[in-house]
């Protein structure tokens, strides 16, 4: 049989470069061995569907896009696990910040905006 | 507003449209490769564990026609057979290009190693690493796109519509995701390339911007679909325990060397009751053990979460560790020990037969559009064979690339900006709705969620003309609901105004799927009717669906396309 559901606190850092940064917690109901990213798109689906956030592989490590700060640490949010007794959930911190979890990790040569300032239409 | 000008756009970029960029460059085309996700990082092909078939012949005789032969027979007589030829064939010339490219086909003795898989009569499947042939493709199509110089990619543009004057495709409407600017992008050929929609089901193996954008926007263009009733479920997708850094699928090469076996909840196999075979063998296809699970699911003899189990115990370690070394470790990690526990497994969405009707150069109906890879109907049939998924990405992406390349090369560009301007209005619309938000969050996750269970409750793995029915009743009124669902006021990353575009054509999809379905009174293939579970031979056409001018979806038959009728 297993346990009844726990809640554990996840709080994410979120906010826009040219604004202060706020924290937000979220109750997330916790399944043994759920990844972090287990407990984001749970807040999304389920709570506040505004936080922003970049991944496309949803579990298997093969995209590359969801590294974040694991209470300071960087890690890929598909395979770190949430801990039982929650985590706190911030941006990269060596990336410009775009907005809550999402930083540029776009290579220069890819993003639209660079793009256009090195025709000098940006 | 930005504004940009190419002779093909080439919208989504995974395997088909990486190669479809790399197709037209080299054929004196400029382009532009866009993708809402990342370049080569989003989309199914980097997803692929292992498997991509092509009659190479090099370690047992072998040719496309045999290969033919067993994708005209899984596809149960649906196949366009001219599209079939064309993935068998030129499946050989684009793995033996990928293997100039060094993407590291394995290799046996010199040879160029193939598997066996179910349904194939040769072992023909080539991989570079048993669970990581999709990020070493994907990263071998990054590097080639990056290198052919008249290919821009651009990460981070989401594509909305395709702009159509006058009956002919002249370019697309987006936004940039960064910043939330508005994008048209003038071309003279566009070729879709983002197919797919496992994510419209609660159970799937895709990441997470497969949701029908080149159907809806080829329907939207005036484009036709074909087969749409047909999207295929991977029978053994891992269901639990919690299982990370693994893909959902990753069970398929362990049965591809080690066999394994299946049980229900009562330690019975199972699989000879459906026509399968059981014990230590991989021989069974993919919708038959997807319609034994589901049986045993709805007989009430599942498991705990509702599927079946996958055992491997009745091997020695030694053998274990022979086939998989270091992955038996991450499987401990993972707290699976597969000498001491099983592990659960259940259908999940996985591949999309149907797609846009196009002819043997990837066009459509609409001048100036083509499609590519997975967004493509009629290759498959009812059934796709196991490996021929990355195949039709390389095959279908580089003539797109090249077919489109050749109609926009020379072709004057004629941007007719009174024909983007209703797209245009559309997103600044929902752009200015979010000021009116007043203050609530936009619920889009919430109906991302019921769509998800609702098709993969009532449009899954067995479908009923009363479930698929009510489906289709709830799909149409969501379409309606989304229209006043404004997305929060973020101008940043606003992933709620993705969510909102992404579920628009979400929803156009699902009602494709499931109009196709109910119309489909008969089982064949990946369709499975519990309330008509024989194949009609009267039945062997495909569908076609269209919109219509007041945006409903009409259907009619076509005789299979060189095939028996």
Known sequence: MSSPPKNVPITILRGVPEEETYEETFDVPYREGMSVLDAVVWIRTNVDSSIAFRYSCVNANACKECMVAVDGKTEYACTARLSSDGNTVGPLTNKVLIRDLVTDIVPPKENLRTILAERGEG | MIHL???????????????AAIAAARNGADVILADKSMIGRGGATIMAQMTTAA???????????????????????????????????????????????????????GKITGVMAPGHSVPRCVYVDFLNTGPAVAKCLRTQVARADSALRISGVAINDVVVDD?????????????????????????????????????NSASINMNGDAYAMALRAGAELMDMEFPQFFPIGHLAPRLVGMDPIMWDPFRYKLGGRLFNADGEEFLHRYGGEDADKYTTTRDIISYGITKENEAGRATDNGGVYLSFRHLSEKVLR??????????????????????????????????IRV??????????????????????????????????????????????????????????????????????????????????????GGMWAELQRLMWEKVGVLRTGDKLTSALTRI????????????????????????????????????????????RTESRGAHQREDFEQTDPGQTYNQRLRLDNDGSIVSDYLSVAGGAQ
């Open chain 2, 167 to 203: 009956g002919v495709a002249i370019g697309a409407v987006g936004w940039n995701l960064e910043d939330e600017t508005p994008v048209t992008i003038a071309a003279n050929a566009v070729v879709l390339a983002a197919g797919g929609l496992t994510r419209l089901y609660a159970r």
């Open chain 2, 322 to 355: 022979d086939a998989f070394g270091p992955v038996i470790d991450k499987l401990a990690n993972n707290g699976i020990d597969l000498m001491e526990r099983d592990v659960e497994v259940s259908p999940i969405a996985h591949y999309h037969m149907g797609g």
């Open chain 2, 55 to 109: 009659a190479l012949g090099e370690e047992e005789p072998d040719s496309w026609e045999k290969h033919l032969d067993d994708t005209l027979d899984a596809g149960r007589g649906l196949c366009n057979e001219e599209l079939s030829a064309i993935l068998c064939e030129e499946a050989i010339d684009r793995i033996r290009e990928m293997d100039d490219w060094k993407v590291g086909w394995a290799r046996k003795d």
């Open chain 2, 359 to 444: 002819n043997g150069s990837m066009e459509t109906c609409v001048p100036g559009l083509y499609a590519a890879g997975e967004a493509v109907g009629g290759a498959n049939g009812a059934n796709r064979l196991s490996g021929n998924a990355i195949p039709e990405a390389f095959v279908f992406g580089e003539r797109a690339g090249r077919f489109a390349a050749e109609y926009a090369r020379g072709r004057n560009r004629s941007w007719v900006a009174d024909a983007a301007v209703g797209h245009v209005d559309q997103l600044n619309a929902m752009i200015g709705r979010q000021t009116d938000a007043n203050g609530e969050k936009a619920a889009l």
């Open chain 2, 476 to 519: 149409r009124d969501m379409r309606t609901e989304l229209e006043s669902v404004a997305p929060a006021d973020d101008n940043e990353f606003n992933l709620t105004l993705q969510d909102w575009y992404d579920l628009r054509s979400a929803l156009l999809t699902a009602e494709s799927v499931t109009l196709a379905a109910i119309n």
């Open chain 2, 5 to 19: 000008e190419t002779h093909v756009l080439v919208v989504g970029a995974g395997g088909a449209g990486m190669y």
